[in-house]
C-alpha cells in the first residue's frame, strides 16, 4: 500500500492563484463578449529590455558552436560573469560587502523561499506576517512542520505577526521564540516597507534568539525613498543571521524566463540538536546541487545584461511605466473615496474595501460589474480579510480603462 504525504491533506483550499483563475474563467464562459482586465496575479506585461535580448541572441548563437557551447555550469550555483555583476552592482554599490561565493544562481524566488525550507529540521517554529505570501506558509505544512488546520488560513504551530494599519503593515518581534522568520519587504501584498530601525530591531531578536531571517527582497528596485534599505545586509549584524532572496522576474520581466539568486553568508550558522554550530551556505548548495542543475547559460546571460549600462536603463524606463501606473492607481482610488497603501516603494497598492464588506465578495463585485481581477486579501491570510491587492504590472491603457470602470461602480 502506498502512502500518501498527509501534510498535502491539511492544505485547506486551492492555492490562491488558481482559485481566481477558476473564478474569472466562470464569469467568462457566462458572459463571453466581456472584456476582462487583470489588476491580480501579478505577472508583467512589459518585453525584455533591449539588451537582454540582445546578450541572449549572442549566447543563442554560442551554443550553436561546438567551440562555445556550454552544458552544465561548473558548480550549478550560477556563472561567475553573472555572480560577479550581482556582488557588484546589487551589493557593492551599496557598500555591502558580500562574496562570490555566497551567491548561488536559481530558476526563481518563489523556488527558492519554498524549497529553503528543506534544509532546516522540522522541529523549528516559524513566524510569518499575516497577510503573508502563500508559499511561506504553504511549502511548510506540505512539509511537516506545522499543526492541523485553525481556520480563516491559519495553522497552529505557526507564529503570525499581525500587519495591519495600526502598524502601517510592518509588526514588531513577536514576545515567543521563533527559528525562522520569514519576512518581505517591499512587501507582497501590502506595499509596505521597512526602515533601516525597524530591519534592525528584527536582527536583534535573531541574533538573542540564533533565530534565521528569510527575507524576501523580490522588489527592491522598486523603492523610490533614498532612507529604505534595499538589501538586510545594509543592517550591521545581519549577515550573522539573515538569508536573502532575490528575482529578476518583477524587475526585469523574467517571469517567462526564469532566474533569480539566494545569498547566504558564510558566517550564517545553524545548529545541530547539541548545538554544534553548521554553516548553512554549504548545506544549502549541497541541496540544490543535488536537486538542480542551474539555470541556462542562455539565461544568465540575459540576466547579465541588466546590469550593463544600457541594460540599467531599459530596465529602469521599464520600473517607470509600472510605478506611474501604481501612482495613477493610488490617486484614483483615493479620489473616489477608498483607503489604499502601498504604491510607493512597491507595484502593489492595498485596498481596503467599503466597510462590511468581505475581500472575496468585493472581489465578485469588480468582476461582475467592473470585469476587473483583483486579488482577496482574505487569500493572503486573516488579517488579509476586509483588503483587495491590485498591481501595477498591467499596460498602461489597461490600468486607465480598469480605473474608469471602477469609478463607474463606485
Given at each position: 500500500m502506498t502512502i500518501i504525504n498527509e501534510n498535502f491533506l491539511k492544505l485547506q483550499a486551492g492555492y490562491l492563484f488558481p482559485e481566481i483563475g477558476k473564478r474569472r474563467r466562470a464569469f467568462q464562459a457566462a458572459n463571453p463578449n466581456a472584456k476582462i482586465i487583470s489588476m491580480g496575479i501579478g505577472d508583467v506585461t512589459q518585453p525584455l529590455a533591449p539588451a537582454v535580448i540582445e546578450a541572449?541572441?549572442?549566447?543563442?548563437?554560442?551554443?550553436g558552436r561546438k567551440e562555445t557551447f556550454h552544458g552544465y555550469d561548473d558548480e550549478g550555483i550560477g556563472y561567475k560573469f553573472l555572480r560577479e555583476a550581482i556582488r557588484q552592482n546589487?551589493?557593492?554599490?551599496?557598500?555591502?560587502?558580500?562574496?562570490i561565493d555566497e551567491i548561488i544562481v536559481s530558476d526563481g524566488a518563489k523556488c527558492d523561499t519554498g524549497n529553503i525550507q528543506e534544509i532546516f529540521g522540522l522541529d523549528n517554529v516559524i513566524a510569518v506576517t499575516d497577510p503573508v505570501y502563500p508559499v511561506y506558509v504553504d511549502t511548510n505544512v506540505m512539509a511537516g512542520r506545522?499543526?492541523?488546520a485553525a481556520g480563516q488560513g491559519r495553522y497552529n504551530g505557526i507564529v503570525y505577526m499581525p500587519c495591519t494599519e495600526k502598524n502601517n503593515f510592518v509588526p514588531e518581534p513577536?514576545?515567543?521564540k521563533a527559528d525562522l522568520i520569514y519576512l518581505c519587504f517591499p512587501n507582497n501584498p501590502t506595499g509596505a516597507v521597512?526602515?533601516?530601525?525597524?530591519?534592525?530591531?528584527?536582527v536583534d531578536y535573531a541574533k538573542k534568539h540564533k533565530s534565521i531571517i528569510l527575507f524576501d527582497a523580490a522588489y527592491e528596485r522598486y523603492i523610490s525613498q533614498p532612507d529604505i534599505p534595499h538589501s538586510i545586509y545594509e543592517v550591521a549584524g545581519a549577515k550573522d543571521v539573515a538569508i536573502e532572496f532575490r528575482s529578476y522576474s518583477k524587475t526585469s520581466g523574467f517571469t517567462g524566463v526564469r532566474c533569480a539568486f539566494t545569498v547566504i553568508p558564510k558566517q550564517l550558522k545553524a545548529y545541530t540538536k547539541v548545538g554544534q554550530p553548521v554553516e548553512v551556505c554549504p548545506v544549502w548548495k549541497r541541496r540544490q546541487c543535488t536537486k538542480f542543475n542551474?539555470?541556462?547559460?542562455?539565461?544568465?546571460?540575459?540576466?547579465?545584461?541588466?546590469?550593463?549600462?544600457?541594460?540599467?536603463?531599459q530596465v529602469q524606463e521599464t520600473i517607470d511605466i509600472y510605478m506611474k501606473n501604481a501612482s495613477l492607481i493610488r490617486k484614483t482610488l483615493s479620489e473616489i473615496g477608498y483607503t489604499v497603501y502601498g504604491g510607493v516603494n512597491a507595484p502593489y497598492i492595498w485596498l481596503k474595501t467599503p466597510e462590511g464588506t468581505g475581500s472575496w465578495e468585493f472581489f465578485d463585485k469588480l468582476l461582475k460589474e467592473a470585469h476587473v481581477v483583483t486579488t482577496p486579501g482574505a487569500g493572503f491570510g486573516a488579517a488579509g480579510e476586509g483588503y483587495v491587492r491590485l498591481t501595477a504590472f498591467g499596460l498602461p491603457e489597461n490600468v486607465k480603462e480598469a480605473l474608469e470602470r471602477i469609478k463607474a461602480i463606485s
Amino acid at each position: 500500500m502506498t502512502i500518501i504525504n498527509e501534510n498535502f491533506l491539511k492544505l485547506q483550499a486551492g492555492y490562491l492563484f488558481p482559485e481566481i483563475g477558476k473564478r474569472r474563467r466562470a464569469f467568462q464562459a457566462a458572459n463571453p463578449n466581456a472584456k476582462i482586465i487583470s489588476m491580480g496575479i501579478g505577472d508583467v506585461t512589459q518585453p525584455l529590455a533591449p539588451a537582454v535580448i540582445e546578450a541572449m541572441k549572442i549566447a543563442v548563437e554560442e551554443m550553436g558552436r561546438k567551440e562555445t557551447f556550454h552544458g552544465y555550469d561548473d558548480e550549478g550555483i550560477g556563472y561567475k560573469f553573472l555572480r560577479e555583476a550581482i556582488r557588484q552592482n546589487d551589493f557593492k554599490a551599496r557598500g555591502v560587502d558580500i562574496d562570490i561565493d555566497e551567491i548561488i544562481v536559481s530558476d526563481g524566488a518563489k523556488c527558492d523561499t519554498g524549497n529553503i525550507q528543506e534544509i532546516f529540521g522540522l522541529d523549528n517554529v516559524i513566524a510569518v506576517t499575516d497577510p503573508v505570501y502563500p508559499v511561506y506558509v504553504d511549502t511548510n505544512v506540505m512539509a511537516g512542520r506545522t499543526g492541523t488546520a485553525a481556520g480563516q488560513g491559519r495553522y497552529n504551530g505557526i507564529v503570525y505577526m499581525p500587519c495591519t494599519e495600526k502598524n502601517n503593515f510592518v509588526p514588531e518581534p513577536p514576545k515567543e521564540k521563533a527559528d525562522l522568520i520569514y519576512l518581505c519587504f517591499p512587501n507582497n501584498p501590502t506595499g509596505a516597507v521597512a526602515t533601516k530601525e525597524q530591519l534592525s530591531k528584527w536582527v536583534d531578536y535573531a541574533k538573542k534568539h540564533k533565530s534565521i531571517i528569510l527575507f524576501d527582497a523580490a522588489y527592491e528596485r522598486y523603492i523610490s525613498q533614498p532612507d529604505i534599505p534595499h538589501s538586510i545586509y545594509e543592517v550591521a549584524g545581519a549577515k550573522d543571521v539573515a538569508i536573502e532572496f532575490r528575482s529578476y522576474s518583477k524587475t526585469s520581466g523574467f517571469t517567462g524566463v526564469r532566474c533569480a539568486f539566494t545569498v547566504i553568508p558564510k558566517q550564517l550558522k545553524a545548529y545541530t540538536k547539541v548545538g554544534q554550530p553548521v554553516e548553512v551556505c554549504p548545506v544549502w548548495k549541497r541541496r540544490q546541487c543535488t536537486k538542480f542543475n542551474g539555470v541556462s547559460y542562455i539565461t544568465q546571460c540575459g540576466a547579465a545584461a541588466i546590469y550593463s549600462e544600457k541594460g540599467k536603463k531599459q530596465v529602469q524606463e521599464t520600473i517607470d511605466i509600472y510605478m506611474k501606473n501604481a501612482s495613477l492607481i493610488r490617486k484614483t482610488l483615493s479620489e473616489i473615496g477608498y483607503t489604499v497603501y502601498g504604491g510607493v516603494n512597491a507595484p502593489y497598492i492595498w485596498l481596503k474595501t467599503p466597510e462590511g464588506t468581505g475581500s472575496w465578495e468585493f472581489f465578485d463585485k469588480l468582476l461582475k460589474e467592473a470585469h476587473v481581477v483583483t486579488t482577496p486579501g482574505a487569500g493572503f491570510g486573516a488579517a488579509g480579510e476586509g483588503y483587495v491587492r491590485l498591481t501595477a504590472f498591467g499596460l498602461p491603457e489597461n490600468v486607465k480603462e480598469a480605473l474608469e470602470r471602477i469609478k463607474a461602480i463606485s
